[in-house]
């Protein structure tokens, strides 16, 4: 489980199609803390590190993670090139603050930017939902956006509007957003349940 608060921003080094797609990521972590097997949130999708290492003279290590075909189809890691920089986010501790709210690395479905302007320092993305995952956006709710947990502002159809703040913009990717981008969502658990609640009764 996460959160999604991102805690670094790594860059994808390689990316390579074998059996499954193998990636190898740049990032800040702490290499001997990192356990081959650990889950790592990369753009909002749970992978599992398999390889890791660190080249000598260098402060900045990588880890590698296999990405499956159907983890492929349903995010936008089909897009993922050399020198991309992803999020990351290291799984939830018992005992950790939990300042976002619950992710799962789960992705349901890709968002595209579809609109984007300046509010003073803060930029207002407008995304476009899958028809499917528009029911499960509500405004005031939470979701996570390329594993960023966000709250909505505003909710029209398939469309909806984040604000993404100076501080957000520089400790994550949304900084380098543009129009037309595909945009890894994963939509709140709670929404997902209360909305087959409401199915049953």
């Known amino acids: 489980m996460f959160t999604g608060i991102i805690t670094d921003i790594g860059r994808l080094r390689d ?3 074998r059996g499954d797609l193998r990636a190898r990521i740049g990032t800040h972590y ?31 290590g990588w880890f590698d993670v296999d990405i499956s075909a159907e983890t492929v189809s349903k995010t936008n890691v089909s897009g993922w090139t050399t ?8 799984a939830l501790k018992v005992g950790d603050e939990l300042g976002g709210h619950i ?3 789960h992705v349901d479905g890709i968002a595209e930017v579809v609109a984007l302007r300046d509010e003073g320092d803060s ?22 956006l390329n594993g960023t947990s966000v709250t909505v502002n505003e909710v029209d159809g398939c469309d909806f509007g984040i604000n993404f703040i100076p ?16 945009v890894n969502l994963e939509i ?5 349940y209360v909305a087959r609640l409401a199915e049953m009764s």
């Open 30 to 60: 702490r290499i001997a803390g990192i356990d081959l097997g650990a889950s790592i949130a990369c753009d909002g999708v749970c992978l599992t590190v398999v390889a890791k290492g660190q080249d000598a003279g260098e402060d900045i």
């Open 123 to 144: 930029t207002r993305v407008t995304l476009r939902a899958p028809k499917e995952l528009a029911r499960f956006i509500a405004p005031k709710g939470s979701v996570a």
């Open 83 to 90: 020198d991309k920089r992803v999020n990351l986010e290291r």
């Open 103 to 105: 992710v799962s690395g």
């Open 188 to 192: 709140d658990t709670l929404a997902r």
């Open 15 to 17: 990316v390579e199609q």
């Open 167 to 182: 501080h957000t913009k520089q400790m994550t990717t949304w900084g380098e957003v543009a129009l037309g981008d595909r």
